[in-house]
Each structure stands twice: as C-alpha cells, then as structure tokens.
C-alpha cells in the first residue's frame, strides 16, 4: 500500500517538495474513486485546450487539479470586462491573452506543469503538429467569429485525419451540452452534420446550426436568438451557469477517454430546466418546441434548409447539387 503523503500547509513545504512528492499529495484525494493506474495515466497525457475563453477556459483548471501536467494552451484571444460574467479571469487579466492566463493558473496549482502558449490559436500552419502531439483535444475555440468557425472546423478535420479523441461543448441559456468525438472511431467531422467545403460556402449561422447539438437547444435559446435575427450589432448572451459546467463533464469525459473507455455523444445538462418545479419542467418541455418553430418561421426558407436540414438529407442534397 503507498505511504500517505505527509500534510502541506504552506506555500513554502509545497515548493520545497520534490516533483513526485507533490504530485502525490496533490492527487491523494483523488485516491479510492481515480485508480492508481488511471491517475498514471492522467500524469504522462499531453492535452491540447484549444481556445481558453468560455469552454475551453472552465476546462483549464480541474484538468490541472485532477493531475493532468502536460498542456498545451492555444489561444489568439485577449480578456475584455464582458467576459468576466462567466470566464476564469479578474480585472488585472484584462488585455492579456486567455492561453497565457490559463497557464499561469496551472502552474499556480502545480508548480511543476508543463503548460505551452500558443498565442496565434489554432491556423491552418499549427494545426497538424499540434494535433500531433496531443493524445486527447479539448475544443472551446470560439464560434462568434467567422475566423473562429473556421478554426473550429479546421480542428475537426485535422482531429479526423490523425484519429485523435476530442471534446468540446456548448453553453446555451442554462445549458451545457458536452460532446464527444473521438475520431479513432468516427469517420466524419461532426457526424457528418458539416461537409467540409461547407464551412466556407455557408453563412456563419448556418454552419452553427449544423454542427451544433440541435436536439438540445432550449426554448429560451430559440426565443433570444429570434430577438437578434437581422441585428448586425448582436452579441449572443452566455451565462456562467452554463459555460462553467463544462469544466466537470470535460473532466470525467478526459478521464473516460484517456482509460479507453467509451464516452457517450452528448451529455447535456440544463439547470435552468432542472431546477424548475415538476409542473413547470413539463411545460418547458412544450414551449421548447413551440419556441424552435417560432425562430424556424422568421428564419429565411434557405437558411433554415441549410442550418436545420438532417445530416443525411442534407448530404444527399449536397450530392445532388454536384452533379446537378
């Protein structure tokens, strides 16, 4: 049986500790729920976080407080005071990058992490190596932004093409829906919701829709999003109780993944939802679908096809479309 690790109390006896006597106070409550051979496993597996804003961020810090000590951080975004209401930041991040931010909080949790900035985030010239090098891949790179679609998709592909597992999530009002691609598996990026030629010939909105887990969209979602159709200035809400969910589930689904268990699709939770009384989860439930055909109604017929058509539907029309 191994020694129990003495008790630390002060930053000094924790720095004076040699790298595998931390590590083994730093885990020692892990003991009894992480197997011993799952914790070696989770010491030596390089991850990639790929952008740290919303999701990628909640994830930084438990990945380094389960024991995870080999990261690499790829982000091409700065903190602003709009973030703040969800992201791991405070005001003296301001005006500093998301990935160097993350880094500093992993070697503030363990001084012997080693936790690489990639401040260009992901680009068609990095995204091969870094892929690479990295055994499992956490996806939070922002879909805002056109150049961040890209990136996003970019990912996938490349994920795809080296068979390397990913997770990644999405915050929408009260809920969290955590995915899971493990491409040693899945042959097609998104489960083929998303071509690849797509990402290029769609508009921003429709490629979100298609790779996003429609079937877990809220009501209230729909309802807000119908409000900003046709507003150029508008800026999609996210909340705190949503995005830093991803920070557990993440967690647990690395963990599955690194002990080459089976890791479901899509674990979703909505607190929002969860936390209603019995009689009105019942009449969310009804609104949800009430609220999606409402936006469905004020989107434009073509760019309700292409964001909401099934995977397979739409496949078959895109083959259609290319022999037409």
């Known amino acids: 049986m191994n020694a129990t690790p003495p008790d630390v109390g002060t930053p000094a006896e924790a720095r004076e500790l040699a790298e595998e006597e931390f590590y083994a106070s730093l885990t020692q409550r892990n003991r009894g729920l992480v197997p011993a051979d799952l914790q070696d496993r989770i010491r030596h597996a390089p991850l990639l976080i790929a952008g740290c804003g919303s999701i990628g961020g909640a994830t930084v810090q438990p990945l380094g407080r389960m024991g995870y000590r080999d990261f690499v951080l790829a982000d091409v975004g700065t903190y602003e005071l709009n973030n703040l209401n969800r992201q791991h930041a405070t005001v003296d991040d301001l005006g500093r990058n998301k990935a160097e931010v993350g880094a500093a909080a992993l070697r503030a949790i363990n001084p012997h992490v080693r936790a690489e900035v990639v401040p260009e985030g992901i680009t068609p010239e990095n995204v091969r190596e870094l892929v690479r090098r990295a055994e499992v891949i956490v996806d939070g790179v922002d879909v805002t932004t056109r150049s961040g679609l890209l990136a996003k998709v970019a990912l996938h592909q490349e994920a795809c093409r080296q068979r390397k597992p990913l997770v990644t999530g999405w915050d929408m009002a009260g809920m969290l829906?955590?995915?899971?691609?493990?491409?040693?598996?899945?042959?097609?990026?998104?489960?083929?919701?998303?071509?690849?030629?797509?990402?290029?010939?769609?508009?921003?909105?429709?490629?979100?829709?298609?790779?996003?887990?429609?079937?877990?969209?809220?009501?209230?979602?729909?309802?807000?999003?119908?409000?900003?159709?046709?507003?150029?200035?508008?800026?999609?809400?996210?909340?705190?109780?949503?995005?830093?969910?991803?920070?557990?589930?993440?967690?647990?689904?690395?963990?599955?993944?690194?002990?080459?268990?089976?890791?479901?699709?899509?674990?979703?939770?909505?607190?929002?939802?969860?936390?209603?009384?019995?009689?009105?989860?019942?009449?969310?439930r009804v609104s949800r679908h009430w609220e999606k055909a409402r936006f469905l109604r004020k989107l434009p017929p073509e760019q309700a096809w292409r964001g909401f058509a099934p995977g397979a539907v739409y496949r078959a029309a895109r083959r259609t479309d290319r022999v037409a």
């Open 177 to 284: 829906a955590a995915q899971c691609f493990d491409y040693r598996l899945v042959r097609r990026i998104f489960d083929g919701q998303l071509l690849a030629e797509d990402a290029e010939r769609l508009g921003t909105w429709e490629v979100i829709f298609r790779i996003a887990p429609r079937g877990h969209i809220p009501g209230e979602m729909y309802r807000e999003l119908r409000r900003g159709l046709g507003r150029p200035d508008y800026s999609v809400p996210q909340l705190t109780e949503a995005a830093t969910q991803f920070g557990s589930l993440a967690v647990h689904m690395v963990n599955q993944l690194v002990a080459g268990e089976d890791v479901p699709r899509t674990v979703a939770v909505d607190v929002h939802h969860i936390a209603l009384t019995p009689g009105r989860r019942a009449v969310n």
